[in-house]
């Protein structure tokens, strides 16, 4: 399978901590994004970081990109409640090119 | 949800019957997707349309047809509905194939 793997699957932490999530892919890419899914929703998009770049920010949101090692770590700092939700990377992996989703991380962000 | 509107939202059936589940999208975008999300599976893609009447297969397209006939719409077919196909589906929308992807709601599926 092309999937993207993401690790840890799920991840407990209490509000004002940070959050980070690996994820690992096998193929080359063009870029790689992160979605948030909140419970019952469509999925999100985050950030996207392109295979040139290192590290990306956007508000609480830091990507880094380590393309030698076909992996990606979305940090997200100073979390709080709201952030429960699953994460996901995507690249695109696919024979024709399509995005490749992972399956994702479920975030609980304890008050 | 960016424009995106998926209908039904929810819907049972039973095995054998045909469904169809249709999207719709406000936003002109070239590129319209069906995936379906399962526990432990993650998104998988089934079918997309890279314009009207150009559409192409996903991972998991077997059970599965889709038909564009406007740009704004999408739908996708399930011909004999099986219990295997109980998931919720998403449409998404892109302008480019590997640019940022605007999802729908979801449509719970629950075939019996």
């Known amino acids: 399978s092309q999937q993207g793997e993401e690790d840890p699957q799920a991840l407990s932490i209490q509000e004002g901590e940070n959050a980070t999530m690996n994820c690992s892919y096998k193929?080359?890419?063009?870029?790689l994004q992160w979605y948030r899914q909140n419970s019952g929703r469509g999925l999100v998009h985050l950030i996207l970081i392109r295979s040139n770049e290192r590290e990306k920010h956007s508000g609480r949101l830091r990507v880094t990109l380590d393309t030698s090692k076909k992996s990606s770590s979305l940090l997200i700092t100073a979390s709080r409640a709201a952030d429960t939700a699953s994460y996901f990377c995507a690249f695109n992996g696919g024979s024709q090119g399509n995005l490749i989703f992972g399956k994702g991380t479920k975030l609980s962000v304890k008050p | 949800d960016a424009g995106i509107t998926q209908s039904p939202r929810h819907k049972v059936t039973e095995t054998g019957t045909p469904v169809t589940l249709r999207c719709h999208q406000t936003?002109?975008?070239?590129?319209m997707y069906w995936y379906r999300q399962d526990p432990g599976h993650g998104l998988r893609l089934i079918h997309y349309s890279y314009g009207v009447k150009d559409t192409d297969k996903g991972e998991v397209s077997d059970g599965y047809s889709v038909s564009r006939s406007k740009t704004e719409d999408f739908l996708l077919t399930l011909e004999s509905a099986t219990s295997s196909q109980t998931s919720v589906y998403f449409c998404?929308?892109?302008?480019?194939?590997?640019?940022?992807?605007?999802f729908g709601a979801g449509t719970r599926l629950s075939v019996l």
């Open positions: 998404a929308i892109s302008g480019l194939k590997v640019d940022i992807q605007y």
């Open positions: 193929t080359s890419i063009n870029n």
């Open positions: 936003e002109n975008h070239r590129y």
